[in-house]
């Protein structure tokens, strides 16, 4: 039974940050157990191998889980509109200019 993902892109989709987490899910059953932060961890590695040192991640305005970015240091850097099945959602950004920081400040 898969209870999470996450992916990221390896190759750069924006002008101010090296990378972009994609997505992010954990069912809600599963959530709040450190699986999102074991995710982000996975993914942080990966990137500081290939020498990325900064990241951007969107998600809905709406989404609870958002408080996840913020307790990992990201700052909110864009806000968007975004067309899904003809219904206008608010997206923003969370991002990160040094991602070898995430961990230590979360852990203040």
């Given at each position: 039974m898969n209870v999470a993902f996450a992916s990221a892109s390896l190759i750069k989709t924006n002008d101010l940050f090296e990378r972009e987490v994609n997505s992010i899910y954990i069912l809600k059953e599963f959530?709040?157990?450190?699986?999102?932060?074991?995710?982000?961890?996975?993914?942080?590695t990966k990137f500081i191998e290939i020498n990325v040192k900064s990241m951007i991640i969107w998600t809905?305005?709406?989404?609870?889980?958002?408080?996840?970015?913020?307790?990992?240091?990201?700052?909110?850097v864009d806000k968007r509109i975004i067309d899904r099945g003809g219904k206008s959602l608010q997206q923003i950004a969370y991002a990160w200019e040094d991602i070898t920081c995430i961990f230590?400040?979360?852990?203040?």
């Open positions: 959530q709040r157990k450190g699986i999102g932060r074991l995710l982000i961890k996975s993914i942080i809905l305005d709406d989404n609870p889980s958002q408080i996840f970015y913020k307790h990992l240091g990201g700052n909110i230590s400040h979360s852990n203040r």
